[in-house]
């Protein structure tokens, strides 16, 4: 692929819109192109921004009891460590 | 030691040594935000829990995973929660079920509990950045981003959906993220 239709495509590569048939060739492309690299890098980051858009919901307490609970016990089963003073 | 006035960055780093105090700072941090992305693509509340957990405890078992020098600790955790929920709705193809409209303005809940204030007032300003300049990009643009970030749809698939030509779509996906990386711009250098 040539440059100009790779960068036609950094963007929705970045989202994850493109399928398998279509990223391998970018893939191999971008092993050789920097410059390519570079521009994806850009596109990646704006993508990862738009994580920080979605609306709040508030989880169930549950959930957070439910998880350290679980990390507590697996950090036990390893032997320990620093747990809560 | 006072844990929340650690960085996240420094609460990474006590992780390693089983700092259970150090990850219960993280979940405070960002309990609510991983959550929230893991409701915004799965479209249920107990299957965003389940990736929710699944996210921290992750970072609990092996919190070399994360390498500081690839960017910001928030961004990254968030990133691996969408990309884990997006491979969750693929392999379960739950797509019928969910949503493929695009919102309107988005709102905060009126009385969120935020266990972390400081922390989420100074996150709060690029969240707000980022959602007025998706806000701010025309319809059709925003709609396919939001297709393809949040609902993990491709563009041939989105052409499908909205029974569009695949020209149509890669073209508002290139000018939607053209005019987000220019609104953006200055939140992508401290990235």
Sequence with gaps: ??????????????????????TGPIEEHLADCLRCWEHLKE??????????????EQPREE???RIIAQAAKEAQQKGGGLERA | MDYPDLSDEELMARLAYRDIEAFETLYERYGTLVYSTGLRVMGDTQLAEDI?????LRLWRAPERYVPERGRFGTWLLSATRNRAIDQVRTRGRRQNREVTTEGPQKEPAATKMADPAFIAQLSDVRRTVRTALQTLPAEQRQVIELAYYGGYTQKEIASLLDQPLGTIKTRIRLGMQKLRAALAAELKEQ
Excluded at chain 1, 7 to 19: H, K, N, R, S, T
């Design chain 1, 63 to 65: 959930l957070r009891r």
């Design chain 1, 1 to 22: 692929m040539l440059c100009k239709e790779v960068g036609e495509l950094l963007d929705a590569y970045a989202l994850g819109a493109l399928g398998p048939e279509e």
């Design chain 2, 52 to 56: 929710a957990q699944e996210t921290f």
């Design chain 1, 43 to 56: 596109s990646q980051k704006a993508a990862a921004l738009l994580v920080l858009a979605v609306p709040l």
